[in-house]
C-alpha cells in the first residue's frame, strides 16, 4: 500500500469502539434511541426488506474487490479488519463520478467505494477511507445506516397510513437521524487513523473532499487547508454566524471536511496518542 509497505502497522489487540467513539457520537446515539416511534419505523424497514433488496442490487451492479480484483484495495481490507478486529465485510468498487464511500447492512455489512473517489485519493488515502467503513461496523452503525437510507420511504409511507401525522412526527427522526449521522462521522475517521497510522493521509483526503482537483493535487498545501480551519472557527465569535452554521448543516449527513480534518488533527494528538502507545504488536503489511 505505497508508503505503507515502507513501515511498519500496529495491531490494537482488545480494541474496543468505545476506545475510539467520538463523544458527539455517543450522545447522538442516546438522544436518537430516544425518538418516541423509533421501534416503529425500524420495524417497517426490516418488514420491507429494504436491506436484503440493496444487497441483491449491489451484488448486481457493482464489481467485489477480492485477492484477485484490485489486490492493493483487499490487502487495505484486511489489514483495517486485522487492526480494528472484524470479520471481514464484503468490499465493491461501483462506477460512479461522485467521490463518496458507504457502509450497508446490518445482518450483512458491505462496503462501497465509488471509481471518483479512488480515482481522487492515493494509496494511503484510500486505506483511510476504507479504515473509515470498517469503523462503521466496529461501532455498530450499520444498523441506523439501513434506517437513514429508507428513512424517507418509510416516513411517506407512516404519513400515509396515520393521514399525515407519522409523516410530521418522522421529521424529528430526521433531523436526529442526520445529527447522528454526522457525529457518526467523527468516530470513524479515528477509526480510519487507527488503520493508517499517520495523520497526514487522512488530512489529504479531506483537502481533496473539500476542493481538490487532479490537475492542482501538486500545489495544494495542507499547511494553508489548516489555517482555513481556524479562520472558520473564528466565525463562532458571532452569535449569528453560530446560527448560520446549524442552518447548513442541519440536513447534511457529513461533517464539513475542514472540521473532520480539526476533529481529526486534536484526536491525534491526545486519543491517539494514548492508543498507540507501548501497547500492541507491530507487523508489516
Same mark, same amino acid.
Given at each position: 500500500?505505497?508508503?505503507?509497505?515502507?513501515?511498519?502497522?500496529?495491531?490494537?489487540?482488545?480494541?474496543?469502539?468505545?476506545?475510539?467513539?467520538?463523544?458527539?457520537?455517543?450522545?447522538?446515539?442516546?438522544?436518537?434511541?430516544?425518538?418516541?416511534?423509533?421501534?416503529?419505523?425500524?420495524?417497517?424497514?426490516?418488514?420491507?426488506?429494504?436491506?436484503?433488496?440493496?444487497?441483491?442490487?449491489?451484488?448486481?451492479?457493482?464489481?467485489?474487490?477480492?485477492?484477485?480484483?484490485?489486490?492493493?484495495?483487499?490487502?487495505?481490507?484486511?489489514?483495517?479488519?486485522?487492526?480494528?478486529?472484524?470479520?471481514?465485510?464484503?468490499?465493491?468498487?461501483?462506477?460512479?463520478?461522485?467521490?463518496?464511500?458507504?457502509?450497508?447492512?446490518?445482518?450483512?455489512?458491505?462496503?462501497?467505494?465509488?471509481?471518483?473517489?479512488?480515482?481522487?485519493?492515493?494509496?494511503?488515502?484510500?486505506?483511510?477511507?476504507?479504515? +473509515?467503513?470498517?469503523?462503521?461496523?466496529?461501532?455498530?452503525?450499520?444498523?441506523?445506516?439501513?434506517?437513514?437510507?429508507?428513512?424517507?420511504?418509510?416516513?411517506?409511507?407512516?404519513?400515509?397510513?396515520?393521514?399525515?401525522?407519522?409523516?410530521?412526527?418522522?421529521?424529528?427522526?430526521?433531523?436526529?437521524?442526520?445529527?447522528?449521522?454526522?457525529?457518526?462521522?467523527?468516530?470513524?475517521?479515528?477509526?480510519?487513523?487507527?488503520?493508517?497510522?499517520?495523520?497526514?493521509?487522512?488530512?489529504?483526503?479531506?483537502?481533496?473532499?473539500?476542493?481538490?482537483?487532479?490537475?492542482?493535487?501538486?500545489?495544494?498545501?495542507?499547511?494553508?487547508?489548516?489555517?482555513?480551519?481556524?479562520?472558520?472557527?473564528?466565525?463562532?465569535?458571532?452569535?449569528?454566524?453560530?446560527?448560520?452554521?446549524?442552518?447548513?448543516?442541519?440536513?447534511?449527513? +457529513?461533517?464539513?471536511?475542514?472540521?473532520?480534518?480539526?476533529?481529526?488533527?486534536?484526536?491525534?494528538?491526545?486519543?491517539?496518542?494514548?492508543?498507540?502507545?507501548?501497547?500492541?504488536?507491530?507487523?508489516?503489511?
Amino acid at each position: 500500500m505505497g508508503e505503507t509497505k515502507r513501515r511498519q502497522l500496529r495491531t490494537f489487540p482488545g480494541l474496543r469502539a468505545a476506545d475510539f467513539q467520538h463523544p458527539a457520537d455517543v450522545a447522538a446515539t442516546e438522544a436518537l434511541r430516544s425518538v418516541p416511534g423509533l421501534d416503529t419505523v425500524m420495524s417497517k424497514v426490516m418488514e420491507y426488506g429494504f436491506e436484503r433488496l440493496y444487497y441483491l442490487d449491489n451484488v448486481a451492479s457493482n464489481v467485489r474487490v477480492t485477492e484477485r480484483m484490485f489486490p492493493r484495495l483487499y490487502r487495505s481490507l484486511q489489514w483495517g479488519c486485522r487492526i480494528l478486529e472484524i470479520e471481514e465485510p464484503e468490499l465493491y468498487v461501483t462506477v460512479d463520478p461522485i467521490p463518496n464511500a458507504y457502509t450497508y447492512g446490518h445482518t450483512r455489512p458491505f462496503i462501497v467505494l465509488t471509481s471518483g473517489l479512488l480515482d481522487m485519493l492515493d494509496d494511503e488515502e484510500r486505506f483511510f477511507v476504507v479504515g +473509515h467503513e470498517l469503523g462503521h461496523i466496529k461501532a455498530d452503525h450499520v444498523l441506523y445506516t439501513v434506517l437513514a437510507k429508507n428513512i424517507a420511504a418509510i416516513v411517506a409511507l407512516l404519513g400515509q397510513a396515520t393521514l399525515g401525522l407519522g409523516a410530521l412526527l418522522g421529521q424529528g427522526l430526521v433531523f436526529a437521524l442526520n445529527e447522528w449521522f454526522r457525529t457518526a462521522e467523527l468516530t470513524c475517521d479515528r477509526a480510519g487513523l487507527l488503520c493508517v497510522q499517520d495523520v497526514d493521509p487522512c488530512i489529504r483526503a479531506f483537502m481533496k473532499l473539500a476542493g481538490g482537483a487532479s490537475r492542482l493535487y501538486a500545489e495544494m498545501d495542507q499547511g494553508e487547508f489548516m489555517r482555513q480551519i481556524r479562520a472558520y472557527e473564528e466565525a463562532d465569535r458571532s452569535a449569528l454566524n453560530k446560527a448560520y452554521k446549524i442552518l447548513l448543516t442541519i440536513y447534511r449527513s +457529513h461533517p464539513f471536511p475542514i472540521l473532520r480534518a480539526k476533529e481529526l488533527d486534536q484526536w491525534h494528538g491526545t486519543g491517539y496518542r494514548t492508543l498507540a502507545g507501548p501497547a500492541g504488536f507491530l507487523a508489516k503489511p
